[in-house]
Every structure is written in structure tokens, then in C-alpha cells.
């Protein structure tokens, strides 16, 4: 439970720090973008959710219950973020010769699997998409006044709200940058609430409507999912920084001429900084890309790459290197190694409380999300001999409630990942190191050289003298 500080949250919206202060202090209501369930999602779609994950975490520590809602998107989303292109979910079921509603349900449970892995929070609810079409023909009939019909189907005209694109400009931004032409638009930055199926083609997912035989457009999804399960208005929206700039402002749009106010639907708008690969992999359109279990296959526990994003602030630009990840993957296991330590020393008393580190803990988090300080406080914390091993180990609880690194009940054998091309089992790489002890011990340098080069060809890198005592860690 926070100590007191004042939770201050960034507002993509105006641009500035603001107070937080709650629609209703019973229930906090937060929507995320959730993910188009067509592909696997890359290790830059996971660190939205692991924001948001802090974020809901945050705000159950400051005392606000709070009902969270991450979608599922099953249909209309192009392979541009506006729209042109192929609708991504039938292109996936084309290419690979599948029912597009069996692509949705294996994408989805590999999702849900990876938001479990990282010890993400499931939300209140998933909602998925095509469970509310009958809702978005009717949102859309409600804001028809504000759209219009061409060839391709139902467009809103953009003119038609105050401000359009108020949450992607600023005096550096470019909000329309990535809005490609459409033939018949009044307005390069108008947006289809409903696609009609082209002539003489039937796709998977299709349904009736006024506007013809067809699908929803992707924005008008997330306005009707937010408002029909959170309300208008609503708390907090976050997504990547990426819909900042074409969704959101859309989204935004739908919710003002829905209401027939100027309100965006979400008092709060964040948004999460791009996750960066400088080799080009953090895109699915690659066809190879980093995803959480390429780097389980490299040996590295999925916690590790938490760590990784934890360490930097959600606003901030974040690299992704192997060396960064295992850097991450170092501290984890220190982390862990400390804690198993307290928990086997003898119980004595304290020479001083933790009541400071958690009031640092507090502060930093409340301070937009500042996780990075979070964790130096941690480190200090778990080392302060000062503080009895009990009350250590208590104020550990606090950590993990708001970080998510499950510090308490994390073993150091959890994190000795095997990579997938490993040969070797756990019980053959003790053999062999306990041989090479006793080579050691006998001065047969040759030997226990042989026994390291054996181990080496097969993935293990044999680690003498390392401080953390771990003996042995498999190599990339």
C-alpha cells in the first residue's frame, strides 16, 4: 500500500505531468490496446502490456481498485495502421491455408501465454472484437451523421469533430505521416468505420449491415469495446506510441461525435516508447522476428527480459541488444541469489527499519511509473544490514507487488534457462563439472581443460570464478 505520494501520470494528450485524480475512487477504469491476433507478438508489443501491467499495479498500490480491459482484435486491421492493404487476419489465413478463426484462437492462446510467462496480470476482461459487432453497427448508425459512403464504405469525415488529431500533433510530430490515400476520401485523414467486401470476393469475416456486406473498421472496435465496458468517460487509455499518432486520434473522433462533446473518451492518455533492434527485427513483416520464446530458446528466463524493461522508464526509447538482456538477466539472478540468502539466515533484530525504502519505493513509482529508480532502491534495500533478514524479506512483498519480478518465490535454478539447441541435460553438465572439480583438484590442468572445451561444444560456458556462483551458464 502506498505511503502517501501523489501519483502523478504523463497525459499524452495535453502533453504535460498531471495529478491523478479518479472518475471514480471506487473503481479506476483502464483500456489497452490489445494485440491483432494474427501472428505472434515481438518483444516490442509485449513491453505495451508490461507498462500497462505496471500501471495497474501502480494504481492498486496507491489503494484504487481498478477494472482493466485489454481487446483482442480479430478483424479489421490492415496491414497499414489506416486504411489500405490487406486485412491482416485473412492475409495470415490465406498464407497459411487455415481458417482465419482458428488463426485467432492460436494467436490469442500464444498471447495469454506470454503475458503469463512475464507475470503480467491478466486484465478483468479480454474482449474480442467480433464479439461485439452487432454493437459497432449500431455505434456506427449513431455517428452516420458525421461519416459518409464511397465505393469502399463508410468513412468518418474528420472536419466533422474539433480538433482532429489534437493527440498526435505537437510542434515536432507528424501525425498524418503515415495516413495512405484512399480513392474517394474528402480528407486524407478521414478513416473507414465500415469496409465493404469488394465486389464478387467473400471473405471469412464478413457481416450485413446499412453500408452493405462487410467488416468494422479497426478504430471503431476499441471506441465501442472501451465505452460499452468501461463507460464514458473512462480513466486511462495506453497503447504504444506508434497509435498515438493514426488510431487514438481516430478513436478519439468515433467518442466525440458519439457523445456529441468534446470529451476523448479517456480522460488519460498514455503511451509506452518504441522498443528498438537495430538489426531490423523487432517487425513481423520480416517474417523473422524477436518474440519472447526466441529468446527462451537463447536460454534466458522470460522475468529477465521484465527486467530489461523495468530498468528503463516506459517514455523512454529502449534498446534491445543480447548483452542488454543478459546485463538484465545478472541483476536478476543477484537479485534472486540475495533473497534466498536472507531467507536462510537466522532471524535477529533490526537496527533500523525499511519504512525509508518503501517510502523511496512509493515515490519513485508515483512519479509516472519510474520503475528504474524503483529498482535501485530494491538493491539498497536487500543489501541494508541494517535491516534484520525478516523485515528485509517483508518489505520485498512491496517490491514485488508493484515490479512483478515474483522476487519472493524465485529460485536460482528457475533462471539457468536451457537454450533449445542445448545437448546436454542438467544431470550430464553436473557430471561433467564435478569431474573437472576433482581434475582440478588433482592438478590435471589437461583434463579439466578437455572437460571445459567438451562443454563449450555444446553450449555451456563453464564459469570459474564467477561471484555469483553459478558454476556454469549456456552460451548464445
Not at 467473400?202 to 465501442?224: F, I
Not at 523487432?282 to 527486467?307: C, N, W
Request: aromatic share 8%; glycine share 6%; net charge negative.
Amino acid at each position: 500500500m502506498s505511503t502517501g505520494a501523489p501519483l502523478t501520470l504523463y497525459n499524452s494528450l495535453t502533453r504535460s505531468l498531471e495529478a491523478f485524480a479518479p472518475i471514480d475512487p471506487a473503481l479506476v477504469r483502464v483500456y489497452t490496446c490489445g494485440p491483432t491476433v494474427y501472428n505472434y507478438q515481438h518483444i516490442g508489443n509485449m513491453r505495451a502490456f508490461l507498462f500497462a501491467d505496471t500501471l495497474g499495479r501502480v494504481l492498486r498500490w496507491n489503494g484504487y481498485p481498478t477494472k482493466h480491459i485489454i481487446n483482442i482484435t480479430d478483424v479489421g486491421h490492415l496491414t497499414s495502421d489506416a486504411d489500405a492493404g490487406d486485412d491482416k487476419m485473412e492475409k495470415a489465413a490465406a498464407a497459411q491455408a487455415k481458417s482465419i478463426w482458428d488463426i485467432a484462437a492460436h494467436y490469442t492462446d500464444a498471447f495469454k501465454a506470454d503475458v503469463a510467462r512475464l507475470n503480467i496480470e491478466p486484465p478483468a476482461e479480454w474482449t474480442v472484437a467480433t464479439d461485439h459487432i452487432p454493437q459497432m453497427i449500431d455505434f456506427a448508425k449513431r455517428i452516420e451523421a458525421d461519416c459518409y459512403e464511397i465505393e469502399g464504405g463508410l468513412y468518418f469525415d474528420t472536419s466533422k469533430v474539433p480538433n482532429y488529431g489534437a493527440l498526435a500533433r505537437s510542434a515536432t510530430d507528424e501525425g498524418e505521416s503515415r495516413i495512405d490515400p484512399v480513392s474517394g476520401k474528402r480528407h486524407p485523414q478521414d478513416f473507414a468505420i465500415w469496409r465493404k467486401s469488394p465486389p464478387g470476393e467473400q471473405r471469412q469475416m464478413e457481416w450485413d449491415s446499412p453500408w452493405g456486406k462487410g467488416a468494422p473498421g479497426w478504430h471503431l472496435e476499441c471506441s465501442v469495446m472501451s465505452l460499452q465496458h468501461l463507460g464514458h468517460p473512462f480513466d486511462i487509455h495506453t497503447g504504444g506510441i506508434d497509435h498515438r499518432e493514426v488510431h487514438h486520434p481516430n478513436e478519439i473522433a468515433q467518442n466525440q461525435a458519439f457523445c456529441g462533446c468534446a470529451d476523448s473518451g479517456a480522460r488519460i492518455w498514455m503511451h509506452n516508447n518504441f522498443l528498438v533492434e537495430r538489426g531490423g527485427k523487432m517487425s513481423k513483416s520480416t517474417g523473422e522476428f524477436l518474440r519472447l520464446q526466441v529468446l527462451i530458446d537463447a536460454g534466458f528466463h522470460p522475468l529477465a527480459y521484465r527486467m530489461m524493461c523495468l530498468q528503463a522508464h516506459y517514455r523512454s526509447e529502449l534498446e534491445f541488444t543480447w548483452d542488454n538482456l543478459a546485463a538484465a538477466s545478472v541483476r536478476l539472478k543477484r537479485l534472486a541469489i540475495t533473497v534466498a540468502q536472507l531467507r536462510d539466515r537466522p532471524a535477529a533484530p533490526s537496527a533500523a527499519s525499511p519504512a525509508a525504502y518503501r517510502e523511496r519505493l512509493d515515490e519513485a513509482v508515483t512519479d509516472d511509473l519510474n520503475t528504474a529508480k524503483a529498482l535501485v532502491a530494491l538493491d539498497e534495500m536487500l543489501a541494508d544490514k541494517k535491516v534484520s533478514p525478516t523485515d528485509r524479506l517483508a518489505a520485498l512483498g512491496d517490491f514485488d507487488a508493484v515490479l512483478g519480478l515474483r522476487l519472493a518465490n524465485l529460485k536460482r535454478e528457475d533462471l539457468r534457462v536451457r537454450p533449445a539447441t542445448a545437448t546436454l541435460t542438467e544431470a550430464d553438465i553436473a557430471a561433467r563439472l564435478a569431474d573437472r572439480r576433482e581434475a582440478r583438484a588433482a592438478k590435471d590442468f589437461a583434463r579439466s581443460d578437455a572437460i571445459r572445451d567438451e562443454l563449450a561444444a555444446a553450449g555451456v560456458e563453464v564459469m570459474d570464478g564467477d561471484p555469483l556462483g553459478w558454476d556454469w551458464k549456456p552460451t548464445l
